[in-house]
């Protein structure tokens, strides 16, 4: 199964962006998939606060487990900056295709308020948009982690 399949379905299982990313290549990384579906549990909905996008949460999160320890012939110091550079790389990219990382710019509506959250289910936004995140998110971390 691709990441984009896994992704998918763990977002067609009713979880969330963030969840989907991450879980979509925890257990490559050495995690179970629910210890990433714990988690990455309350970035969804821009961190619960309409702010960063989950999808964009969860490829941080990729990042931090794939390079947050250093092996044992390796500098901490340059396995944080190849972290830290690629981190903002793959910001830069999904604002550049997506037109930003914020969840509430991404939906059009802050899903953090009531009236936001009930506007998004009304016009099913978590549907039609975050899925087209979510895959971005993937696309861009398999291109920066060849």
């Given amino acids: 199964m691709t990441h984009n399949e896994k992704a998918m379905k763990i977002f067609d299982d009713k979880f969330n ?3 989907a990313v991450f879980g ?14 714990d988690i990455a549990l309350c970035f969804s ?12 949460s969860g490829g ?5 487990l794939k390079y947050g320890e250093p092996g044992p012939d390796e500098d901490e110091q340059e396995v944080k900056m190849k972290a830290y550079s690629l981190a903002s790389k793959f910001m830069e990219r999904f604002q550049q295709e ?3 990382c914020n969840c509430k710019d991404l939906l059009g509506c802050d899903p953090s308020t009531e009236d936001g959250h009930e506007y998004a289910l009304k016009n099913n936004l978590f549907y039609d948009i975050c899925p087209k ?4 998110a993937i696309r861009i971390l398999e291109e920066l982690l060849q």
Avoid at 60 to 64: N, S
Avoid at 133 to 136: D, T, V
């Fill in 17 to 19: 962006c963030a969840q």
């Fill in 24 to 37: 979509a290549f925890a257990e490559e990384l050495g995690m179970s998939e629910e210890q990433a579906m």
């Fill in 45 to 56: 909905g821009g961190m619960r606060r309409g702010e960063t996008c989950g999808a964009v």
């Fill in 60 to 64: 941080l999160m990729v990042f931090g």
């Fill in 98 to 100: 997506n037109g930003s």
């Fill in 133 to 136: 995140k979510i895959e971005s």
